[in-house]
């Protein structure tokens, strides 16, 4: 693909509800990356998916907050029981090896009420 | 524990003036540092990049940036900034690792342009 796509570009939730987050990483890229961006603060890593080894979940704030990946093609990240503190930017990057240049999306706003 | 500091929320300058965006790190070891742009509804564009090598770093639209040392900066330059340039800029970081590079982000610097 042309590049990293993300959907949807927003999402509006209630508190409680459980959300799903999809990324498209560039074809062929072999490691993804999810970060978040809160209003006014910098990006902020929260899980790592490279080929099939096991994720890197660190920057996973809580357990409500889980990650797949179908091999070196889509992601999901799901915020389960969203609370008003998970509204962010969502940012999805990819790149063609670990230790390279990461090429990020347009990410998804997320608005929990 | 490691950082990335960026200590202007928000510049304003004229079209056709000079720009520089300050950018301090703070690791263990020599990073690698990157600047992007992020323009409004758009994702993270990298404008550079600095691994190793030439501490003068060129990049797209005109930008570079400049690793020093001594002084632990990564200042984002650019001689004559356009209307075009209005966008929010942040300073990335990392040390790489096995399993991947874990970018950390400063907060960002608001660059308005006035005409």
């Known amino acids: 693909g042309a590049g990293v796509s993300q959907s949807p570009s927003n999402k509006v939730t209630e508190k409680g509800k459980d959300v799903e987050l999809r990324c498209d990483p560039i074809?062929?890229?072999?490691?993804l990356y999810w970060y978040r961006q809160r209003l006014g603060q910098g990006l902020e890593f929260l899980i790592y998916f490279q080929g099939n080894s096991a994720p890197d979940k660190s920057g996973l704030p809580s357990d409500r907050f889980s990650a797949e990946r179908t091999g070196e093609s889509v992601s999901t990240l799901t915020i389960q029981r969203t609370q008003q503190e998970d509204s962010a930017v969502y940012l999805c990057?990819?790149?063609?090896?670990?230790?390279?240049?990461?090429?990020f999306g347009p990410g998804t706003r997320l608005t929990v009420l | 524990a490691q950082s990335v500091t960026q200590p202007d929320i928000h510049i304003t300058v004229s079209e056709g003036a000079s720009l520089e965006l300050r950018c301090n790190y703070s690791y263990g070891a020599t990073p690698y540092l990157f600047w992007y742009v992020q323009s409004p509804g758009q994702g993270l564009q990298l404008l550079l990049k600095?691994?190793?090598?030439?501490?003068l770093v060129q990049g797209i639209k005109g930008f570079e940036a400049e690793f020093k040392r001594s002084q632990s900066s990564f200042n984002l330059r650019k001689p004559s900034v356009h209307w075009s340039d209005a966008a929010e800029y942040f300073c990335?970081?990392?040390?790489?690792?096995?399993?991947?590079?874990?970018?950390?982000f400063g907060t960002g610097t608001q660059l308005k342009v006035e005409l």
């Open positions: 990057a990819s790149s063609p090896r670990p230790r390279d240049t990461q090429y």
């Open positions: 074809s062929g890229h072999t490691a």
């Open positions: 990335a970081g990392v040390i790489l690792t096995g399993g991947g590079n874990k970018l950390t």
């Open positions: 600095y691994f190793s090598g030439d501490t």
